[in-house]
């Protein structure tokens, strides 16, 4: 471990001793993930909600307690699965970001895998013949347009809609410690974006089920018959380092960390790092004039099937040191990066593609770059549909707020 590396760690030992005395309690801690107990851990919790039912289970590779897979322990525990369904990425986790997922069956068990990011994202009525109750165990990252919240949405809707109970196994937010970006305007609602809820919304995916419900998100109003079981030890103030990768461009804790602030990329002709050994660790581009780092994306099968700026040389910035800073910032997007790259790759006249604007919810951050506003002065201009956002996402909270 490098002399940057123990000084943070000796941060992390000397917050925890000394508590809200010391001078640093007000930042956020690095810590393992089996620190805290999940939902799913609990079996007592929930297996006898299960017993003598047909269950429907909507999981993937994140689904596990300890090393053992959730379906696993279910059936060595006599649950009756009829039918397991997988969100984007698929049931292994080893699909590209939008890529086709099919239905078929998992080799392992002979279950029956129903695909939601294939032909359809949301369960058919035939899909739910003979499941009698639902479980839903994903590991989410916290980020409006990372999709297993939409896909949490449209199971809960076809719950509603059938008169099937819903179980949430919760599982921690490793972004989970601040609030910020802009609220979605309804106009922009897609996969990516369903809720008018801020980029980084603050809540585990128990608690975001909590006020889908509340809020009567649901198509016509409808109300899923809801539990959470929830975790335990979870504290708000903490960034997880997750024992799964959640998808497969996001490896690392330090690219779950970054993913919220260079998703932006994706609607710009910018590279993320996909096609590399660190995605959401970097950014880069041929005509950056800046940066301390080069690489070159290339494809990668099951990670990365068409990179920007594939086999292009990128000139750039690699960002795990500093990931490693994380308690020197802010809690807040760094929205910089985005607005120096625009800046400096101007003379491209499609440095935006028209992803941009569903990725971020609303046309009005493409405008604010464009028009030379600071980062400052467009977090600015989020304030008044945070403060509105954060007096609804109270009602809902399972866990202790941020101190």
Avoid at 104 to 132: A, V
Avoid at 169 to 175: E, F, V
Avoid at 380 to 402: A, C, G, H, M, Q
Wanted: net charge neutral; glycine share 8%.
């Amino acid at each position: 471990m490098n002399s940057k590396r123990l000084t943070y760690l000796f941060i992390f030992v000397l917050n925890a001793f000394l508590g809200p005395q010391c001078t640093h309690a007000q930042f956020v801690n690095l810590v393992e993930y089996d620190e805290i107990i999940t939902g799913a851990q609990q079996t007592p919790l929930y297996l006898t909600f299960l017993e003598g039912k047909n269950v429907g289970v909507v999981t993937n590779q994140t689904g596990l307690i300890g090393k053992v897979h959730l379906v696993d322990t279910m059936i060595a525990s006599g649950v009756n699965i009829i039918k397991v369904f997988t969100p984007e990425h698929g049931f292994r986790g080893d699909h590209d970001a939008g890529a086709l997922v099919l239905s078929t069956k998992d080799e392992k068990t002979g279950l029956t895998i129903i695909s939601l990011y294939g032909k359809k994202k949301k369960p058919e009525k035939s899909d739910l013949d003979n499941i009698e109750i639902m479980v839903f165990d994903l590991q989410d990252v916290g980020v409006r347009f990372y999709t297993y919240i939409s896909t949490l949405t449209y199971v809960m809707e076809a719950c509603a809609e059938n008169n099937i109970p819903f179980i949430v196994l919760d599982r921690p937010n490793p972004n989970g410690y601040y609030i910020d970006g802009p609220v979605l305007d309804p106009a922009y609602k897609s996969f990516v974006g369903l809720h008018p809820v801020p980029i980084v919304y603050g809540l585990t995916i128990g608690e975001y089920a909590r006020m889908v419900n509340g809020e009567s998100w649901l198509s016509n109003g409808n109300k899923c018959q809801l539990t959470v079981i929830p975790l335990k030890n979870y504290d708000r103030n903490t960034i997880f380092k997750l024992p799964v990768k959640p998808s497969p461009n996001l490896p690392t804790w330090e690219s779950v960390y970054l993913y919220p602030s260079l998703c932006f990329f994706e609607g710009t002709i910018v590279s993320v790092g996909r096609g590399t050994d660190f995605p959401f660790q970097a950014f880069g581009h041929p005509d950056l004039l800046s940066g301390n780092f080069t690489f070159v994306p290339k494809p990668i099968k099951g990670v990365s099937s068409n990179p920007v700026q594939e086999n292009k040389l990128c000139n750039g910035f690699l960002l795990k040191d500093y990931a490693w800073e994380f308690q020197n910032h802010p809690k807040k997007l760094n929205i910089n990066w985005l607005i120096d790259a625009y800046h400096q790759l101007s003379g491209k006249s499609s440095f935006f593609n028209q992803y941009f604007n569903t990725l971020a919810g609303t046309d009005q951050l493409r405008k604010q770059i464009e028009d030379g506003m600071t980062a400052e002065k467009i977090a600015e201009s989020w304030k008044n549909e945070l403060d509105t956002y954060k007096n609804i996402r109270v009602k809902y909270l399972i866990y202790p707020d941020f101190k």
